[in-house]
């Protein structure tokens, strides 16, 4: 089995920084990409950015210049540094992750969401 477990979320003031991370545990062969959602009230599940395996990146540009992925391959773990944050950045925030598991399967796996508030 495998879990995708997050850490770092809170409230903060605008202006501040955050910094996530979302480590993946379990029966896991290879991590593939991995990356950051956000889901506000209301509206739908979007993506943050992303990472490949290689270290390749991508961003939404609501955060362009302001967040910043990176992971570590030898723990399965992503991060998601967040700078200068907006009240707009207010969300609940999933780490999701493609994987290979031992067992030959090629699965999709999301965390539980950690809640990032940021007041004006």
């Known amino acids: 089995q495998v879990q995708l477990v997050e850490s770092g979320g809170g409230l903060v003031q605008a202006g501040g920084s955050l910094r996530l991370s979302c480590a993946a545990s379990g029966r896991i062969f290879r991590v593939n990409d991995m990356g950051w959602y956000r889901q506000a009230p209301g509206k739908q599940r979007e993506l943050v950015a992303g990472i490949t395996s290689g270290g390749r990146t991508n961003y939404a540009d609501t955060v362009k210049g302001r967040f910043t992925i990176s992971r570590d391959n030898a723990k399965n773990t992503v991060y998601l540094q967040m700078n200068s944050l907006k009240p707009e950045d207010t969300a609940v925030y999933y780490c999701?992750?493609?994987?290979?598991?031992?067992?030959?399967?090629?699965?999709?796996?999301w965390g539980q969401g950690t809640q990032v508030t940021v007041s004006s």
């Open positions: 999701n992750a493609d994987l290979w598991e031992y067992s030959s399967d090629y699965a999709e796996y």
